[in-house]
């Protein structure tokens, strides 16, 4: 059964630094990978995509990595803005079963 | 990117009354689509998998009489919750895969949630 974790479960950080959010999996087994972002009550915003064969995506100030075979990704985020307070998920797409499995999710607040 | 829309957006109930919510995608067609559930301060637990024109998927636990769901079209689900009580309460999402190739191939775009609010 495949397992996400997300460390840290939540984050404080001051606007302007550079900050690392991290993602595990237990089973390699995985089509792709996705980041979403998901404000208070709201629905869920995806953020970067990166598939099985990829290692990074990056958009703006995001880039995620992916290293499947050891079933981690990292989602670094430069020169946090108090706009990017949020809950960020990280879930897989696995090979059997068709679907998503989230993990927990990192809180994170920047404070101005 | 793909937008999906889920309405309502916010309902309050009786209890023992039966609730439909919608799921549209907008701009792409979707053979599946998945049904969520997220009670506060937790992550998004699976429902059901819904593929168009066939029976839904329902991940263990969840009971397919009290949630129906149906996928009639290619743009639209709809889960009904039927005799809803308090501990239904939660916060429901959909997504929707866009498999029609290209860029946005394999990707899941998810609606904005239903509060669900049973008194």
């Known amino acids: 059964k495949q397992e996400v974790t997300q460390i840290p479960a939540a984050l404080s950080v001051p606007e302007g630094e550079n900050l690392v959010l991290n993602c595990s999996f237990t089973d390699s087994a995985i089509y792709n990978l996705q980041w979403f972002r998901q404000d208070p009550g709201k629905g869920l915003t995806s953020l970067l995509l990166i598939q099985s064969s990829q290692r990074e995506q990056t958009s703006g100030r995001l880039n995620a990595s992916l290293d499947k075979s050891s079933g981690r990704s990292t989602l670094y985020i430069a020169a946090s803005q108090p706009g990017d307070s949020a809950t960020y998920l990280c879930?897989?797409?696995?090979?059997?079963?068709?679907?998503?499995?989230f993990g927990a999710g990192t809180i994170l607040r920047v404070k101005s | 990117g793909a937008v999906v829309s889920q309405h309502p957006s916010r309902v309050i109930c009786k209890s023992g009354t039966s609730v439909k919510i919608e799921c549209r995608s907008l701009?792409?067609?979707?053979?599946?689509m998945f049904w969520y559930r997220q009670f506060p301060k937790q992550s998004l637990m699976l429902m059901a998998t819904?593929?168009?024109?066939?029976?839904?998927?329902?991940e263990q636990g969840v009971e397919k009489d009290k949630f129906l769901i149906n996928h009639a079209s290619l743009t639209l689900s709809t889960l009904t919750v039927t005799s809803a009580h308090p501990e239904d309460s939660s916060f429901y999402i959909c997504?929707?895969?866009?498999?029609?190739?290209?860029?946005?191939?394999?990707?899941?775009?998810f609606g904005p949630g239903t509060r669900l609010t049973v008194l």
């Open positions: 701009d792409f067609q979707a053979t599946t």
């Open positions: 997504s929707a895969r866009d498999v029609g190739g290209g860029t946005l191939y394999n990707e899941q775009f």
């Open positions: 879930a897989v797409f696995v090979e059997y079963g068709n679907k998503l499995v």
């Open positions: 819904s593929n168009e024109g066939s029976k839904a998927t329902y």
